[in-house]
């Protein structure tokens, strides 16, 4: 025996009753009730689905689905960050490479010859927070359109709209940049050029975070869910 569309749906309704919201892990959970529904089935034909699906979700455990959602959450933030990294090393190796000192010469220069040492850092400041905040509000704007336009949650739009956990990255910097000494005089030349470094890797993975890897992942995904994203 098979389950009908009528079944289906109603495993659909059954993960979501049990706090499963996002489709994507739905669609895995209900993959694997409906396989297990029919292969009990194959040796007591007379089960009602309903009792069927109730030995199937007892099979999980006293947590229920909360074990799949955490390792789901756990396998999308690990592909998250290697496909992070895979992007942002290539800042660092030719031919980005180039591109990368002549950002960090640039930005040496900028603080080192400035006739206002405090005030460039606070406007690197203003408008590093100012672009970021903006960008992520974009982002997440255009994640909720997607959603409305769906009437579907995927778990991995939530990691991109909190930049897989790195949301608060943009306050970090700024209060970092807050608390450096205002005046040239106190510095070295090393010390602004660590100073450039540190604008510049910040730059790049917000750069990294907000603007290539949310295509790239969506497009992934798009791919890997295809038969279910429509």
Known sequence: MTLSAEQIEKLYQFTRKHFV?????????????????????????????????????????VFGFQEVLEAKAKALNKYYWRAVWDIYKCFFTLPKLMFTLAM?????????????????????????????????????????????KTGRKWMYQELLGNLGGLIGLAGAFVQGLARLPKFREGYHDYSIMLISIGVVGVALLSYVTLFILPEKITTYLKEEYKAYYV
């Open 21 to 61: 919201e996002f489709y994507d892990v739905q669609t895995e959970l209900v993959d694997h009730l409906a396989n297990d529904i029919e292969e009990q089935w194959e040796t007591n034909p007379e089960d009602t689905f309903e009792a069927a699906l109730d030995i199937s979700f007892k099979k999980f455990g």
């Open 104 to 148: 960090c010469c640039l930005s040496f220069l900028i603080l080192k010859y400035t006739p206002h040492f405090g005030y460039t850092l606070g406007a690197i400041a203003v408008a590093f927070f100012a672009l970021y905040l903006g960008q992520v509000m974009l982002l997440n704007k255009a994640i909720k359109q997607e959603q409305k």
